[in-house]
């Protein structure tokens, strides 16, 4: 078999033109159609690392503000707590000062009722004892008892200090109405030695009335004007009262 240089020349001149065709009517729009793709495809992909990139920035700023939301909280947190701690603090001092006042007045409300009862105490034990001594008293009394107290009166009032003495002297001026009080009645002579005894010490001229008074239990109680001089049993009781009740 020969070859044929005139087919194989147009076999080649109809391979060229298949190329041109296939480049002018085929490679070129799908060429095109490719680069509009791969340009698509590009912007698609700007877009997505766009989207990313602030996705990552609100990714960012979501963590840093929760960061600082969480410091915001602590930091609450802990104006709070110093709050309700400082709150706490004031209130147990508070309580603090309030249970020591309380415990003051019921020490004060205790100590109050104690010295009542003690003056009740000592105002019964004085009442009884003063009972009991005036019942005593009263059984010991007697014109026997009241002798031998008038004659103890003229004793004493012969041994009164001057101070004591000074006083009823002036009071008295020397002269006037004195009264002599005693349970039962005085003989002329227990009369005579009380009349002498004030002459004698107080200096008084004047005139001595002798009256009975059964309140005075036994004893005399002279009287001269403002001033008395009292030896009685009834005088010894209440001066015993007098200090029972400041004792109370």
């Known amino acids: 078999m020969e070859f044929d240089w005139t087919t194989f020349a ?3 001149v109809n391979f060229l033109a298949l190329v041109w065709i296939l480049k002018r009517f085929l490679y070129r729009p799908v060429i095109a159609v490719l ?6 495809i590009d912007r698609l992909l700007g877009a997505a690392r766009e989207t990313e990139a602030r996705a990552v920035t609100l990714k960012s700023q ?5 960061a600082d939301w969480e410091k915001e909280k602590a930091a ?3 104006r709070f707590d110093a709050v309700i701690a400082a709150e706490r603090s004031r209130q147990m001092e508070a309580l603090s000062v309030q249970l020591a006042a309380e415990r003051e007045r019921n020490a004060a409300q205790a100590a109050h009722r104690e010295e009542t009862l ?3 105490l000592a105002a019964q034990a004085g009442n009884q004892a003063r009972q009991f001594a005036s019942q005593l008293l009263a059984r010991l009394a007697g014109p026997d008892l009241e002798g031998r107290l008038v004659k103890l009166f003229v004793e004493e009032l012969a041994t009164l200090p001057d ?8 009071g008295h001026n020397g002269n006037g109405h004195g009264v ?6 005085l003989s002329e002579e227990q009369r005579r030695q009380v009349a002498d005894a004030i002459e ?3 200096g008084i001229h004047g005139h001595l009335e002798f009256l009975e008074d059964g309140d005075l239990m036994a004893g005399v109680r002279v009287s001269l004007g403002a001033w008395q001089l009292d030896l009685s049993l009834a005088g010894e009781l209440g001066i015993f009262s007098e200090a029972s009740d400041r004792a109370a």
């Open 180 to 185: 002599v009080a005693s349970a039962y009645p």
């Open 35 to 40: 680069a509009e793709r791969r340009a698509g």
């Open 163 to 170: 101070e004591r003495v000074a006083p009823l002297r002036a």
């Open 62 to 66: 979501f963590e840093s503000r929760l």
């Open 118 to 120: 003690k003056r009740q």
């Open 200 to 202: 004698a010490r107080l």
């Open 10 to 12: 147009l076999e080649i």
């Open 76 to 78: 609450a947190r802990a």
